[in-house]
């Protein structure tokens, strides 16, 4: 009785999680850690974007901070968030040049309509650091002990319950 009833609580608890994880694999809004100074002071280091993934991208404009892909120093692709700076039309197909903050320069790439990801739509200031943390080994055992102590406290909690029934 007292496995099927850990067991039961356990599936729940892993149920509500992957609910989670597939709406926000479909959410409409996507969030990343910066990990560069390049956006201060809008958005600085740790801060995570929102950005909003359902857009057409002919209703972007200068000044509209984008997320996109692009190549850093022969790195594998990344994401960068970063002002649009000029857009351009060639072909029916759009182009935008990006600038960092505070810069008078555009950056030297150039992005294709099928590299924007979307639009920046708000931050959460700092909490940058609380993901990295979960996403280190470290962070990830401290995770699945937090999700165990849950468990064992709903079984506990369950147990404490039904005894008090049956002394009714």
């Keep these: ?9 356990g599936t729940k608890l892993i149920g509500l999680i ?10 409409p ?21 929102i950005i909003s993934r359902w857009i057409d991208t002919d209703s972007i404009e200068v000044g509209d901070i984008i997320a996109f892909h692009t190549t850093l120093l022969n790195q594998d692709d990344v994401i960068v ?12 197909t759009l182009t935008f040049k990006t600038i960092a903050e505070g810069q008078s320069e555009p950056d030297r790439w150039v992005i294709n309509e099928d ?14 650091r609380i993901l990295e943390f979960f996403g280190s080994l470290i ?5 699945i002990l937090n999700i165990g102590i ?5 079984y506990v909690d369950d147990k404490s319950t039904k005894a008090k029934h049956e002394k009714k």
């Design 1 to 9: 009785m007292k496995l099927q009833a850990m067991i039961r609580n």
């Design 139 to 143: 962070g990830q055992i401290v995770l």
């Design 115 to 128: 590299d924007v990801v979307g639009i920046y739509t708000s931050k959460i200031s700092g909490i940058g």
């Design 150 to 154: 849950i468990v064992a406290w709903i």
């Design 18 to 27: 992957i609910l989670v994880m597939t709406v926000l694999h479909f959410s």
């Design 81 to 92: 968030v970063h002002y649009v700076h000029e857009i351009t039309e060639e072909n029916n």
């Design 29 to 49: 809004f996507v969030m990343y850690r910066i990990i560069t100074p390049s956006m201060q002071p809008t958005i600085k280091i740790n801060d995570v974007v």
